[in-house]
Nanobody, 115 residues
Framework: QVQLVESGGGLVQPGGSLKLSCAAS????????MGWYRQAPGKQRELVAT???????NYADSVKGRFTISRDTAKNTVYLQMNSLKPEDTAVYYC?????????WGQGTQVTVSS
């Protein structure tokens, strides 16, 4: 059974950077596509970025050019490098497969962008 644990969130000023990590307890590579999602207060969860087993990536328009998703095969880990953060990036960030598996949602990691 796969468990996904997100970390790396925190409070950062606008324009700052954070790097999120998503560690899998089991192999994630049988899941071809992994994604980072986020949910802001009062809003639906949205897909932010995806990465395939071949390291092809896609991004939501709102984060394109600022966020970078990557994965480390040896460490069973997916990352999200977030630069030029904006207050509207404030949300709880989650990783999951794409499409997401309901049983794999973790606790997420809170990202707050505020001065």
């Amino acid at each position: 059974q796969v468990q996904l644990v997100e970390s790396g969130g925190g409070l950062v000023q606008p324009g700052g950077s954070l790097k999120l990590s998503c560690a899998a307890s089991g192999s994630i590579f049988r899941f071809n596509v992994m994604g980072w999602y986020r949910q802001a207060p009062g809003k639906q969860r949205e897909l932010v970025a995806t990465i395939t087993g071949g390291h092809s990536t896609n991004y939501a328009d709102s984060v394109k050019g600022r966020f970078t998703i990557s994965r480390d095969t040896a460490k069973n880990t997916v990352y999200l490098q977030m630069n030029s953060l904006k207050p509207e990036d404030t949300a709880v960030y989650y990783c999951n497969t794409q499409p997401p598996m309901n049983g794999y949602w973790g606790q997420g990691t809170q990202v707050t962008v505020s001065s």
